[in-house]
Nanobody, 127 residues
């Protein structure tokens, strides 16, 4: 059904910037929770950022102040602008979306809350 395609990953040096993009094959309601997860080798998947365009955006403490999530309603796309990148940001980043839910409470941090996942794009930050 709905396919999410994420892109924009690459290799940068510490302190650099990257912008990830996510496109949907079919329109999605931007009011429902959409965001980004990442998974580094040997580590659990973790929520990075999410938004439902209701009460703003949610960010993991580790990225707050450095990453910005933006949703574009017209084409159901989503971006993650990452600055001041650190080696610990190295991971595969996945765009995610809920079928019908909001970024309330802890829901935005839970893998099982999301119905749609992008294929993943690799971000590598070297020192």
């Amino acid at each position: 059904q709905v396919e999410l395609v994420d892109s924009g990953g690459g290799s940068v040096q510490t302190g650099g910037s990257l912008t990830l993009s996510c496109a949907a094959s079919r329109s999605l309601f931007n009011s429902f929770c959409r965001g980004w997860f990442r998974q580094a080798p040997g580590k659990e998947r973790e929520a990075v950022a999410a938004t439902d365009s209701d009460g703003g955006a949610n960010y993991a403490d580790s990225v707050k102040g450095r990453f910005t999530i933006t949703q574009y309603s017209a084409n159901s796309s989503l971006s993650l602008h990452m600055t001041s990148l650190k080696p610990e940001d190295t991971a595969v980043y996945h765009c995610v979306a809920m079928h019908a839910g909001y970024c309330t409470g802890d829901s935005w941090t839970l893998v099982d809350s999301y119905n749609f996942w992008g294929q993943g794009t690799q971000v590598t930050v070297s020192s």
